[in-house]
């Protein structure tokens, strides 16, 4: 059964930084692109950073130039470095994976994985 789990999550103080990492583990043929999303109380999710299999990055605009996506594909772990952190970064943050795994027939499935999500807080 295929697992994320995300740590790192807390309590920061404003300009503080804090690092999330996703741990995948499970019977995984591959995992393809992986993305950090947000949630903060009444409001809807966001994909604050998107990472492809090759490292290439993708960032909501409010995050730019503050975090820092990465994985380690064969550690089957992402990672995100928030720093110059700020009570809008609140939220409870949630991995994503697409990930392909192996049927018990012939053929794979590719499909959606999240974990459970780590509370993020920053304070003023």
């Known amino acids: 059964q295929v697992q994320l789990v995300e740590s790192g999550g807390g309590l920061v103080q404003s300009g503080g930084s804090l690092t999330l990492s996703c741990a995948v583990s499970?019977?995984?043929?591959?995992?393809?692109?992986m993305a950090w999303l947000r949630q903060a109380p009444g409001k809807q999710r966001e994909v604050v950073a998107r990472i492809t299999r090759d490292g290439s990055t993708q960032y909501h605009d409010s995050v730019k130039g503050r975090f820092a996506g990465s994985r380690d594909n064969a550690a089957k772990t992402m990672y995100l470095q928030m720093s110059r952190l700020n009570p809008e970064d609140s939220a409870v943050y949630y991995c994503y994976a697409r990930i392909m795994t192996r049927n018990q027939g012939p053929g794979f499935t590719d499909s959606d994985y999240w974990g459970q999500g780590t509370q993020v807080t920053v304070s003023p």
């Open positions: 499970g019977s995984i043929f591959r995992i393809n692109d």
